[in-house]
Nanobody
Framework: QVQLVESGGGLVQPGGSLRLSCATS????????IGWFRQAPGKEREGVSC????????YYADFVKGRSFISRDSAKNTVNLQINNLKPEDTAIYYC??????????????????WGQGTQVTVSS
């Protein structure tokens, strides 16, 4: 059974940091690219970051570029997303997602095969 379980969300003050984790099981992790998306109330789901299975290439949306870092741990079948200098506009539910791929990753939600249930991130003073 495929599972993606996000953790690490919570309430954080502006300027703070969070480390989100996506624990996966039920598929061959090393063959899958992993993405992080977010969805704020009343807005569409948007890509935040993704990491390719092929060569660990990483991609970031402009709104987190320079303050975010994604990494994958093949020993634990886990992908982590660190976001620093959090802003109120970062408030959203953050989801991880996976797709078997031979050519990287992207920020199209429909491209992905499996999704987690999400973890809430709230940035507020």
């Amino acid at each position: 059974q495929v599972q993606l379980v996000e953790s690490g969300g919570g309430l954080v003050q502006p300027g703070g940091s969070l480390r989100l984790s996506c624990a996966t099981s039920g598929f061959s992790f090393n063959y899958y690219s992993i993405g992080w998306f977010r969805q704020a109330p009343g807005k569409e789901r948007e890509g935040v970051s993704c990491i390719s299975n092929r060569d660990d290439s990483t991609y970031y949306a402009d709104f987190v570029k320079g303050r975010s870092f994604i990494s994958r741990d093949s020993a634990k079948n886990t992908v982590n997303l660190q976001i620093n200098n959090l802003k109120p506009e970062d408030t959203a539910i953050y989801y991880c997602t996976a797709r078997r791929s031979d050519y990287g990753c992207n920020f199209q939600p429909s491209w992905y095969d499996f999704w987690g249930q999400g973890t809430q991130v709230t940035v507020s003073s």
